[in-house]
């Protein structure tokens, strides 16, 4: 038996075989939180609903604000939970104004200070540097909850970090800092990479519950245009979209990979391995670099 499908068999044994976590508890079971494993949490909305429910949550990494997007969420009053770093924050105060004008429809949320992997074991993850210590985690934390805080009044009560993946040791540290881990159930846009036909079809395909994944940083992409078709697509079928911070969430830890020894990184192949969280999509899956 290999070690990564020995650890998953540890991983049902220790939390049942369909694992799930209030969201407003620890992510990871006390036994799967001593091991070194890196993770890609899952989180899905609870319950079930009728009409259709989903949250839809959007990344600004950095760079600019796709007005595709955040038009049509004014426009038609869709409701998004949007993870903005410091960074992102510090270059777009347009787009602050128009997130201040309207506190009904957006939830503002940590992606961190400048966008760095909450990881301690590998020195990258999508070629992307991780934080690699505690210290720096906290600071990352920290640093994008502060000018939240600073810029909007409040305090942020969910962190994603840059790729949304982490080590084990990284999620103790920051469920210790008071937050909760924003996962996802459906990828929209595979970190902007996606055609916009193909990211409007997998959006379009959201079920009751799933949380979505996409970024609203990146007006010279494609993927953008597929965002806000998806989205309005969704709306004309009847779903009702919903902000992580009025919803009970469950989580599920979704283990990719054990960590490898510091000075290693994930390999070419691994980061070529399709993603355990599926849609309806029928376009073969690929794993690639989040938007920056």
């Known amino acids: 038996m290999s070690a990564i499908k020995f650890l998953l068999l540890g991983l049902s044994l220790s939390i049942g075989v369909t694992p799930v976590f209030a969201a407003d508890e620890a992510l990871l079971s006390p036994k799967i939180s001593q091991r070194h494993l890196i993770i890609e949490p899952q989180l899905n909305l609870a319950g079930k609903s009728n009409p259709i429910q989903v949250a839809l949550t959007l990344d600004a990494c950095s760079g600019d604000i796709d007005h595709r997007i955040l038009d049509v969420l004014v426009q038609e009053k869709i409701p998004a939970t949007l993870f903005v770093t410091a960074r992102w ?34 020195k990258t993850m999508y070629g992307i540097p991780t934080a690699g210590t505690p210290a720096a985690i906290e600071a990352e934390v920290k640093g994008g909850a502060a000018k939240i805080t600073e810029i909007f009044g409040r305090q942020p009560q969910w ?86 911070k009025d919803m009970p969430a ?11 020894p510091h000075h290693e990184s994930i390999s070419q192949k691994s980061n070529k391995t399709p993603s355990k969280i599926s849609t309806k999509a029928t376009e073969p899956e690929t794993v690639t670099a989040p938007a920056q």
């Open 89 to 122: 924050l510090r270059r777009n105060q347009a787009a602050i104004e128009v997130l201040k004008a309207h506190p009904d429809l957006f939830a503002i949320e940590n992606h961190g200070a400048e966008h760095v992997p909450a990881i301690t074991e590998l």
């Open 250 to 260: 469950r989580a599920a830890p979704n283990v990719v990979s054990e960590t490898m």
């Open 159 to 244: 962190y994603r970090d840059a790729t949304a993946r982490y080590s084990t040791d990284a999620v103790r540290q920051i469920e210790g800092m008071g937050y909760k881990i924003a996962g996802y159930s459906l990828n929209g846009d595979r970190g902007a990479s996606l055609p916009a036909a193909t990211v409007a079809r997998r959006i379009s395909y959201a079920k009751d519950g799933d949380v979505i994944i996409s970024h609203i940083n990146q007006p010279k992409r494609a993927s953008g245009a597929g965002v806000a078709e998806g989205i309005v697509a969704l709306k004309k079928k009847g779903v009702q979209f919903r902000l992580l």
